[in-house]
């Protein structure tokens, strides 16, 4: 059994930065997902990384804005999130496995001036 607890969420400004962290109980080998789900819309994957770090996937819409890291020995992988804009306002949510197998409760991240 996996237990992931995101953390890090907050009110930013447009332009502004915030980094999330997800914390995981159990097996740190798996590949990882950060996704999202902004008010009135479905769920949206922004991102992957594989369990040793060496692979990392963007959605379109966040490439060359956020940047996905891990650190194994402290069972904790990290969305750095830059530049950030009103439509990134969604709860973010940390699920573990290609198939998604275990998923957090989420932190929330509001784009606002």
């Known amino acids: 059994q996996v237990q992931l607890v995101e953390s890090g969420g907050g009110l930013v400004q447009p332009g502004g930065s915030l980094t999330l962290s997800c914390a995981s109980s159990?097996?740190?080998?798996?590949?990882m997902n950060w996704v999202r789900q902004s008010p009135g819309k479905g769920l949206e994957w922004v991102s992957g990384?594989?369990?040793?770090?060496?692979?990392?996937d963007y959605a379109d819409s966040v490439k060359g804005r956020f940047t996905v890291s891990r650190d194994n020995a402290k069972n904790t992988v990290f969305l750095h999130l830059n530049s950030l804009k009103s439509e990134d306002t969604a709860l973010y949510y940390c699920?573990?496995?290609?198939?998604?197998?275990?998923w957090g409760q989420g932190t929330q991240v509001t784009v606002s001036s």
């Open positions: 699920a573990a496995a290609t198939t998604f197998d275990y």
């Open positions: 159990g097996s740190t080998f798996y590949y």
């Open positions: 990384i594989g369990s040793d770090g060496s692979g990392t």
